[in-house]
C-alpha cells in the first residue's frame, strides 16, 4: 500500500460548503487529545514535518476525477478534527470559524500524521452533512442528517474513490514530504538505528507495521534501538 484517501463525514462551517458538497481539504487543525498520534516511542524520536500534510498528487488526481464526473468538489480547505463523541458546543462552533476552518469532523487525525510517519501518500474527501450547529437557519446536526446524506453520497463517493486509483497509477509521488518523510525526521543518534529498505515503522525497537514500499521511497526498519 501507497495511499490513501480517507472518507468522511464532516460538518460545514461556510455557506457555501452546503451539505452534498465534496471539500478536497488541504490543511488541518488537530484538536484531538485521547488518540495515539504516533508510531515512535521510547528508543526512537522522529519529527515528521506535516507543512503539508496532504499528498498533492492525490489531490490533483480526486479533482481531475470529480470534474469529470461532475461532483461538486471543492478544492483546497482547513478540517478541523475534533475528540469528539459529542458534537460541537455553538461557542465551539463560532470559534472554529473565525479560525479559518472550513469544515469540522472526528475522522482526519491523527490518521494523517500517522501517515506521513508511515511514509504514505494521504488524502481527504470531506463529505459535508451538515452545517454543524452555527447556521441560524439550519437545525443543529444530529445523526439522522449525517446518515441521510452520506447514504446520498455514496455512490458517488465510491466512483471518486474508483476513478482516482487509477488515475493515481499514472504518475508517483516523489515528493519529500510523502515519500521520504523520515529522512530528516529522525532525532536519535544514528548509531542507534539501522536502516534498510524493509517497509516496518517502529516504536521502540518494535515493528508496527508502516506499510511503505515504492520506487525512490525510503522506509526504515529499527532491528534495534537502543536507550540513550
Known sequence: MTDIISLSACGSFRDELAPGTFVL???FVDRTFAREKSFFGPGLGAHVSMANPVCARLGDALEGVASEMGIGA???GTYL???GPQFSTLAESNLYRTWGCDVIGMTNMPEAKLAR???MCYATVAMVTDYDCWHPDHVNVEVTDVIRVLTENADRARDLVKLSRIA????HCLSP???RALDAALITQ???VIRNDAPVGCRGGQGVGCPVNRPGGSAVKVLECIEG
Open 177 to 179: 514530504w510523502c515519500d
Open 25 to 27: 481539504v488541504d490543511q
Open 81 to 83: 478534527a475534533m475528540e
Open 168 to 171: 493515481c497509477t499514472i504518475d
Open 117 to 119: 510517519e508511515a511514509e
Open 74 to 76: 471543492v478544492r483546497n
Open 190 to 192: 544514528p548509531e542507534a
